[in-house]
């Protein structure tokens, strides 16, 4: 049977553990593996002494469950500083160019240059308009429209949480 103890140890542990793992990687920009294996090590010796040092399967797999938690809340963290902070310098742009980064124009190039890498994976013809500079397109006018026309349905087909 598992002891309250040794969840709030483990949790302790596993907070701690992703907090580390979250700062870590948010400052040198590397997810480095070996810091989920101490994680691990922090978890399960917080579940361990939180149980009174009486050991067995159960507190086995809530060690587990608690320290894939803590990785992935770290991970989570990691994500949210890095678009906190891209979020934080597409504000400090001027205008007319935080008003690109958040435009759906832009996205939507993004989505074409994955759809044209797909239609001509599957062997398609495109007219690409004149004079357009394959590292610079970022506007309609800038693709064949079916390929514009086919990103933008997937844009609009994205939901508010995609």
Same mark, same amino acid.
């Given at each position: 049977m598992i002891k309250i103890g040794a969840i709030l140890g483990g949790l302790v542990a596993g907070v701690i553990g992703g907090a580390v793992w979250a700062? +870590?990687?948010?400052?040198?920009?590397?997810? %480095?593996?070996? +810091?989920?294996w101490g994680i691990g090590a922090l978890v399960g010796a917080g579940v361990l002494m939180g149980s009174s040092r009486a050991?067995?399967?159960?507190?086995?797999?809530?060690?587990? %469950? %608690?320290?894939?938690?803590a990785i992935l809340g770290g991970k989570y963290a990691v994500v949210e500083l890095f678009l906190n902070n891209l979020v934080g310098d597409?504000?400090?742009l001027g205008d007319e160019e935080a008003a690109r980064l958040k435009n759906d124009e832009y996205v939507i190039s993004h989505i074409a240059d994955k759809v044209a890498d797909e239609f001509v994976a599957q062997g398609r013809d495109l007219q690409w308009p004149p004079g357009v500079d394959p590292r610079e397109m970022d506007s309609e006018a800038d693709y064949p429209p079916e390929v514009w026309a086919e990103a933008a349905s997937r844009w609009h087909a994205k939901s508010e949480s995609d």
């Open positions: 700062g +870590i990687s948010y400052g040198t920009g590397y997810e %480095i593996g070996w +810091i989920a050991g067995g399967p159960a507190n086995g797999v809530l060690a587990v %469950i %608690i320290s894939v938690l597409a504000e400090s």
